[in-house]
């Protein structure tokens, strides 16, 4: 670009003196926040008018106000503004991602099950991973004050600006029964829970609002008795032949030393008004913010992906008599 070009637009000095003008409402708070005389607030307003060659302050008022160019100079500016600060510390996090430790949040059922192995894996390289386990909720807000780095969750839509969720994988939910129960006889899970206790997870936990869900949309009414927020106490009393549970394989694998004394039935298997149950299940996506720790994210992705196809999912399937394609999907 030949100097008659960059001469067209605004520096970011110009820029952040006037949305500091708009959002202080006036020149002189702006001078207070910027630490600048009145003058040099005022110097940087009639500079930014002559290089646009329009008025964006109406002075006939006072204090003056910003024109309708002048509102829209403001919105402008506060986006490129707020870009630029993505562009320093985007261009700042690839070199720190080198030398500093990565803080990666994980679910519970993730972090148990998946976490050593990463951690494993990265031993002996540049990164460093300090893991945090949690709740969904919980990691995200973390994500988003920054007290994280990445977050492995099961939320698919982020609600904050510049949040980029990759899809890792997705796992069904199970009936989780007694090893000796048969259900040859039984139809719909109302009916299972009339010969076994429902034992659930807690609506205070995402997976238990997604089981909640999926029985009210199949209009099975079941009795709240039973519920935990984690599945180790769940799985110990249908180990125990005390009642049967809905859950996920990273979930019952987390609590592996029940297996022996439980089994699975795809949720198929059970049948309401002749028809079939549908799968339900559950995706997990990595989070992290855009243009920060430079190819990091991409390299986490493949690395999570690769441990839960070649070790993990296997691991699952076998304990558990099924197939590894009935453990998980990459597709949905």
């Not at 503004?81 to 700042?92: K, P």
């Not at 990463?118 to 893991?131: N, V, W």
């Not at 040859?184 to 807690?202: A, G, K």
């Not at 795809?266 to 992290?288: D, K, M, N, Q």
Request: net charge neutral.
């Amino acid at each position: 670009m030949n100097d008659e070009g960059i001469a067209r637009y605004p520096d970011w000095e110009l820029l952040a003196s006037w949305v500091a003008v708009v959002e202080a409402g006036s020149i002189s708070e702006a001078a207070k926040r910027l630490r600048i005389s009145q003058a040099g607030v005022s110097q940087r307003v009639k500079a930014i008018e002559a290089l646009l060659d329009t008025v964006l302050l109406d002075r006939s008022t006072r204090p003056a106000r910003p024109t309708s160019a002048g509102q829209r100079l403001f919105e402008h500016a506060t986006a490129i503004l707020q870009s630029a600060d993505q562009m320093v510390e985007g261009v700042r996090s690839v070199t720190r991602a080198k030398r500093v430790v990565v803080r990666l949040g994980c679910v519970d059922s993730f972090a148990a099950t998946i976490g050593p192995i990463i951690i494993r894996a990265l031993t002996g390289t540049s990164q460093q991973i300090r893991m945090w386990s949690g709740i969904t909720p919980t990691l995200d807000g973390l994500l988003d004050a920054r007290q994280l780095d990445m977050a492995v969750t099961t939320t698919g839509v982020s609600a904050s600006p510049g949040v980029r969720r990759q899809k890792l994988f997705s796992e069904p939910y199970f009936v989780v029964l007694p090893r000796g129960f048969a259900v040859d006889r039984l139809t719909s899970l109302s009916d299972l829970s009339r010969h076994l206790r429902f034992i659930r997870y807690s609506a205070r936990s995402v997976i238990g609002q997604h089981v909640d869900t999926y029985l009210m949309a199949h209009t099975d009414s079941i009795e709240r008795t039973c519920e935990f927020d984690a599945t180790d106490p769940m799985l110990s009393l249908v180990a125990a032949g005390l009642g049967f549970a809905l859950s996920t394989p990273l979930c019952i694998w987390q609590s592996r030393h029940f297996v022996p004394d439980i089994r699975v039935v795809p949720l198929s298997a059970f049948s309401r008004h002749g028809r079939p149950y549908e799968v339900l299940s559950r995706t997990f996506y990595l989070s992290s913010r855009e243009n920060e720790l430079g190819n990091l994210p991409n390299e986490m992705h493949d690395l999570l992906c690769q441990a839960y196809d070649k070790q993990v999912s296997r691991d699952i399937a076998r304990a558990l008599s099924l197939r590894p394609e009935d453990v998980y999907s990459f597709e949905g």
